[in-house]
């Protein structure tokens, strides 16, 4: 899995998160592709400060020509936000031109909530966390992008293909 040695290193450090986006499409049954990894990171300072070790360990800088250390700060990321509607927060590796990883920067479903009602999905012994179909497709929702709806309508054909089996057996 190309982002393999994040996961592994984000359970390590314990930092509470989830997968989002097009990879946690492709993770809940969906044949899409996608370049980035969209990531729901718990935004306390402390787990944002386990966060940017990790990012900072495995070579990942931001994009934009900003301190990564910003995005600790609550009122930074308010004011990015208000000011230049700055929703992610990106990461970049230098030596792997395919991984991209977007953090958000707000708290549009409450995290304890996410967390509480993720899939648990693993890979080579690395648990990771995975945001719900039903916040899947609120999330979806929210951001409504043509690609966004499209989604959520791939999520509800493969939740009535399961349904289907369901009944069937």
């Known amino acids: 899995m190309l982002y393999e040695d994040l996961f592994r290193r984000l359970e390590e450090e ?4 989830v997968v989002a986006g097009g990879v946690a499409m492709v993770l809940h049954g969906v044949i899409r592709f ?6 729901i990171v718990e935004l306390s300072e402390e ?7 990790c990012m900072n360990g ?9 301190q990564a250390e910003e995005i600790l700060d609550a009122q930074k990321r308010k ?3 208000n000011e230049k509607n700055m929703r992610v927060f990106t990461f970049l590796h230098p030596h792997r031109p395919l991984s991209e990883i977007d953090m958000l920067m707000e708290e549009l479903i409450p ?6 009602q993720a899939a648990i999905m693993h ?4 648990v990771i966390p995975v945001v719900s179909r039903k916040h899947l497709k609120l ?5 409504g992008r043509d690609q966004d709806i499209a989604d959520i309508e791939a999520l509800e054909y493969i939740e009535r293909l399961e349904s289907k089996d369901d009944t069937e057996t």
């Open 47 to 53: 787990n944002l400060g386990r966060f940017l070790s």
């Open 123 to 126: 890979s080579s012994g690395v």
């Open 79 to 81: 004011q990015w936000l």
């Open 34 to 39: 996608t370049a980035d990894l969209d990531l």
């Open 14 to 17: 314990q930092v509470r998160y």
């Open 111 to 116: 995290f304890a909530e996410l967390e509480a």
């Open 58 to 66: 495995l070579g990942f800088r931001p994009r934009l020509p900003v």
């Open 139 to 143: 999330l979806k929702k929210i951001s």
